[in-house]
């Protein structure tokens, strides 16, 4: 099982060609290699993202919420497949990775149900001169940078779902001691048909992470 970086809806070796090494923790073991993105691929990227926004934030946030329909459908299709991926990278045990899969597929069955519900809220305030509310509107190009111990769950789905449904772009950067989930959640919204440039993913160490974060097309960010 090897990893590759995912964007504008193509994958993409390295342009440096350099990898590194997945191990499962569990037995010292090389699983795969995954590719490690240099800093113009991550500010190239960026521009991909960032370019796709305008056309995924037009698009209506019923048929943004029809892919990630389409996405919850596979993530039931590839579960066990993800479950086997995320114990060989973690050393959690299978029945743990699956209940994390089966989290990831309640997220994003929930972004798809947020599709239906275009409404922002209004909330108490303490203050009589003050109104409190909320407008659900998107910011732009999301990045997120996820941890190891829940590596499909919270970048792909808990962070990257409501992201998208809400019509902002994506560029996931897993940790690169659990990567291979995330390539298949990447795989996923490719099949799903998400549009090209709206949902990307990068491989790399904390130093891709760092370069993603300070890139001025980057709107928001989303770290665990």
């Known amino acids: 099982m090897d990893g590759i970086n995912y964007i504008d809806g193509a994958w993409a070796l390295s342009e440096g060609r350099a990898s590194f090494d997945?191990?499962?923790?569990?037995?010292?073991t090389v699983i795969g290699k995954c590719n490690s993105t240099t800093h113009r691929e991550v500010?190239?990227?960026?521009?991909?993202?960032?370019?796709?926004?305008?056309?995924?934030?037009?698009?209506?946030?019923?048929?943004?919420?029809?892919?990630?329909?389409k996405v919850a459908e596979l993530i039931e299709q590839k579960k066990d497949r993800l479950a086997h991926a995320i114990s060989l990278e973690t050393g959690k045990n299978y029945n743990e990775s699956v209940a994390e899969v089966n989290e990831a597929l309640h997220m994003a069955q929930y972004a798809f149900s947020l599709g239906r519900m275009p409404c922002g809220e209004a909330i108490a305030s303490e203050i009589s001169e003050k109104d409190?509310?909320?407008?659900?509107?998107?910011?732009?190009?999301?990045?997120?940078?996820?941890?190891?111990?829940?590596?499909?769950?919270?970048?792909?789905?808990?962070?990257?779902?409501?992201?998208?449904?809400?019509?902002?772009?994506?560029?996931l950067k897993p940790s690169e001691d659990a990567p291979f989930s995330s390539q298949i959640a990447a795989e996923i919204y490719h099949e799903a048909g998400i549009p090209a440039g709206v949902f990307n993913l990068i491989h790399g160490d904390g130093r891709v992470g760092d370069w993603l974060a300070r890139n001025d097309n980057v709107d928001h960010i989303c770290f665990t």
Do not use: H
């Open 22 to 28: 997945n191990i499962n923790p569990s037995n010292g």
């Open 43 to 69: 500010d190239s990227t960026c521009e991909v993202a960032k370019a796709a926004f305008k056309s995924w934030k037009a698009l209506s946030r019923f048929k943004r919420s029809e892919y990630l329909l």
């Open 132 to 171: 409190s509310y909320m407008l659900r509107k998107p910011k732009g190009l999301v990045a997120i940078i996820s941890p190891w111990n829940f590596p499909l769950a919270i970048g792909a789905y808990w962070c990257a779902a409501p992201a998208l449904v809400e019509g902002n772009t994506v560029i």
